[in-house]
């Protein structure tokens, strides 16, 4: 009976020993009973954290957890070279995508793993920062000139920062390439010998990182709504607003229904806006925070500011939006007025550590640059992604050069564009077209941001997957040459 025990003592210790060995190990991946999002029950998903290094150059270092669901792929015979996802921003989460499985035809041939990047909503630590969104959450907020909402947002931002620095946490090790040395780890830890990767909007800059410094463990990548590592996105914002909204208007003036109902919609609006950068827009509305009312006062540069280009679903009614107000009824701004009270819905912590280190540097954004070009009535719109005296205050080492160059890559690519997508235009998606050699490209007509992601024509995610399954042919195109003109909105 002593031996036995004695013996069964000495195996404890030695499965505890091995145990702690295990744990200890970095990176590694770690799968969990609970999910931290509930998910449809009909399909087969597991669920685990990456474990990697903050920084990798500290082996001891604070550890960092990082959310992943694999969908599994609904053939029982799947494909061995899985498809990665993961959410633009920066600083946005990818979570919810996990959802959605049902919807997504790349299951038919593969499984699809939806990757939550470090210091976003679900990552552990996350970097967001309710001290930038509470402020947002004050009756007076939206009375605030630019200059005193700029200065109340540097202001939070720098409590932000001093908050998760003193809990430990390396901002500047929150950046592109940090993510693609996370999805990296994340390919070796499951044993994976290549991903293909679906990106979208920023992180299509991490796909970037990928094929530049692993080229080896990427057999495809989809970049939709690509942002080139090069691009100064803060410059030339400005710039390219002005040219799909003017597209707009030529795209109405070419439908005659749309002509009819909304004539000259391009001159009434100019009008509009010079009028009233000179003699503002008074609304009274009540408050979302507490029921008072209060009277906003718009110049046309800010109700320009409100015009959202980005989402396919909107470009349909956008003529009659701003026919309306060329007539005068601005009972039409109060939405867009109460989305200025709303939480910014990102992980802006991430969002800041990234632009301050990666983008602001390297721009030019002296006046004379960012407006060139520029109409007198746009002028006054803020063309930057985050108030870039915020960068004065978050204090994070700024990247190499090498962060804001191109490459050239031999892996195929696929690039697609939204033929109305200010952000990330069709002009950056052919220079890169140039630059990747085994790489096609694709305008759809119709659409703005993220046309793969658009449910209601799945035909970007058809191409997705024809390229994922024969990445060296040129994908299906049948859905492509089917695709239609915006069909506006002229119902009075």
Same mark, same amino acid.
């Given at each position: 009976?002593?031996?036995?025990?004695?013996?069964?003592?000495?195996?404890?210790?030695?499965?505890?020993?091995?145990?702690?060995?295990?744990?200890?190990?970095?990176?590694?991946?770690?799968?969990?009973?609970?999910?931290?999002?509930?998910?449809?029950?009909? +399909?087969?998903?597991?669920?685990?954290?990456?474990?990697?290094?903050?920084?990798?150059?500290?082996?001891?270092?604070?550890?960092?957890?990082?959310?992943?669901?694999?969908?599994?792929?609904?053939?029982?015979?799947?494909?061995?070279?899985?498809?990665?996802?993961?959410?633009?921003?920066?600083?946005?989460? *990818?979570?919810?995508?996990?959802?959605?499985?049902?919807?997504?035809?790349?299951?038919?041939?593969?499984?699809?793993?939806?990757?939550?990047?470090?210091?976003?909503?679900?990552?552990?630590?996350?970097?967001?920062?309710?001290?930038?969104?509470?402020?947002?959450?004050?009756?007076?907020?939206?009375?605030?000139?630019?200059?005193?909402?700029?200065?109340?947002?540097?202001?939070?931002?720098?409590?932000?920062?001093?908050?998760?620095?003193?809990?430990?946490?390396?901002?500047?090790?929150?950046?592109?390439?940090?993510?693609?040395?996370?999805?990296?780890?994340?390919?070796?830890?499951?044993?994976?010998?290549?991903?293909?990767?679906?990106?979208?909007?920023?992180?299509?800059?991490?796909? +970037?990182?990928?094929?530049?410094?692993?080229?080896?463990?990427?057999?495809?990548?989809?970049?939709?709504?690509?942002?080139?590592?090069?691009?100064?996105?803060?410059?030339?914002?400005?710039?390219?607003?002005?040219?799909?909204?003017?597209?707009?208007?030529?795209?109405?003036?070419?439908?005659?229904?749309?002509?009819?109902?909304?004539?000259?919609?391009?001159?009434?609006?100019?009008?509009?806006?010079?009028?009233?950068?000179?003699?503002?827009?008074?609304?009274?509305?009540? *408050?979302?925070?507490?029921?008072?009312?209060?009277?906003?006062?718009?110049?046309?540069?800010?109700?320009?500011?409100?015009?959202?280009?980005?989402?396919?679903?909107?470009?349909?009614?956008?003529?009659?939006?701003?026919?309306?107000?060329?007539?005068?009824?601005?009972?039409?701004?109060?939405?867009?007025?109460?989305?200025?009270?709303?939480?910014?819905?990102?992980?802006?912590?991430?969002?800041?550590?990234?632009?301050?280190?990666?983008?602001?540097?390297?721009?030019?954004?002296?006046?004379?640059?960012?407006?060139?070009?520029?109409?007198?009535?746009?002028?006054?719109?803020? *063309?930057?992604?985050?108030?870039?005296?915020?960068?004065?205050?978050?204090?994070?080492?700024?990247?190499?050069?090498?962060?804001? +160059?191109?490459?050239?890559?031999?892996?195929?690519?696929?690039?697609?564009?939204?033929?109305?997508?200010?952000?990330?235009?069709?002009?950056?998606?052919?220079?890169?077209?140039?630059?990747?050699?085994?790489?096609?490209?694709?305008?759809?007509?119709?659409?703005?941001?993220?046309?793969?992601?658009?449910?209601?024509?799945?035909?970007?995610?058809?191409?997705?997957?024809?390229?994922?399954?024969?990445?060296?042919?040129?994908?299906?195109?049948?859905?492509?040459?089917?695709?239609?003109?915006?069909?506006?909105?002229?119902?009075?």
């Amino acid at each position: 009976m002593f031996i036995t025990t004695r013996l069964l003592i000495v195996l404890l210790y030695i499965l505890v020993l091995s145990h702690t060995a295990i744990t200890q190990i970095v990176p590694r991946f770690e799968y969990a009973d609970t999910s931290i999002i509930d998910l449809p029950r009909d +399909q087969k998903i597991k669920f685990g954290y990456l474990v990697v290094l903050e920084d990798r150059s500290m082996p001891n270092g604070r550890t960092l957890r990082l959310p992943v669901f694999i969908l599994k792929c609904r053939n029982p015979n799947p494909k061995q070279d899985p498809a990665l996802y993961t959410a633009g921003g920066p600083g946005s989460s *990818s979570v919810n995508n996990a959802k959605y499985g049902a919807y997504y035809s790349y299951l038919d041939d593969r499984d699809f793993l939806v990757f939550e990047q470090r210091g976003t909503r679900y990552a552990q630590p996350s970097l967001a920062c309710p001290e930038l969104d509470s402020i947002k959450l004050k009756a007076g907020w939206i009375q605030l000139n630019d200059a005193q909402r700029k200065a109340e947002q540097v202001a939070a931002a720098a409590r932000c920062q001093t908050r998760l620095v003193n809990a430990g946490i390396m901002l500047s090790a929150y950046s592109t390439r940090s993510s693609a040395q996370d999805i990296e780890d994340l390919r070796t830890v499951l044993g994976v010998e290549q991903f293909n990767v679906y990106t979208v909007s920023y992180s299509t800059k991490i796909a +970037q990182v990928l094929l530049r410094d692993y080229p080896n463990s990427i057999r495809s990548a989809v970049l939709d709504s690509p942002l080139p590592l090069w691009s100064n996105y803060d410059e030339t914002s400005l710039l390219f607003f002005e040219e799909k909204l003017n597209l707009l208007f030529s795209a109405c003036e070419g439908n005659p229904a749309c002509k009819l109902s909304y004539p000259d919609l391009k001159k009434r609006f100019l009008e509009f806006m010079k009028h009233a950068n000179t003699s503002p827009v008074w609304l009274r509305l009540k *408050s979302p925070i507490d029921s008072s009312f209060i009277t906003v006062s718009l110049k046309g540069y800010q109700i320009a500011s409100f015009i959202n280009l980005g989402e396919t679903y909107n470009l349909k009614g956008l003529p009659r939006l701003l026919d309306r107000l060329c007539r005068g009824d601005y009972e039409v701004l109060k939405p867009f007025v109460y989305s200025l009270f709303s939480a910014e819905g990102r992980s802006m912590g991430m969002r800041l550590s990234v632009w301050c280190s990666e983008e602001y540097l390297f721009e030019k954004l002296n006046a004379a640059s960012r407006l060139k070009g520029i109409p007198p009535q746009y002028r006054g719109m803020r *063309s930057e992604a985050i108030p870039l005296e915020i960068c004065s205050v978050w204090k994070v080492v700024p990247a190499t050069a090498k962060e804001n +160059q191109a490459f050239k890559t031999t892996v195929p690519v696929l690039l697609l564009n939204g033929a109305f997508d200010p952000d990330t235009p069709a002009a950056w998606g052919e220079q890169l077209h140039r630059e990747f050699l085994n790489s096609y490209h694709f305008v759809f007509k119709g659409m703005s941001h993220t046309p793969a992601q658009n449910w209601d024509n799945n035909c970007g995610m058809q191409l997705a997957q024809s390229f994922f399954n024969e990445p060296t042919k040129k994908p299906d195109l049948r859905c492509f040459r089917e695709l239609k003109n915006i069909a506006f909105d002229t119902k009075k």
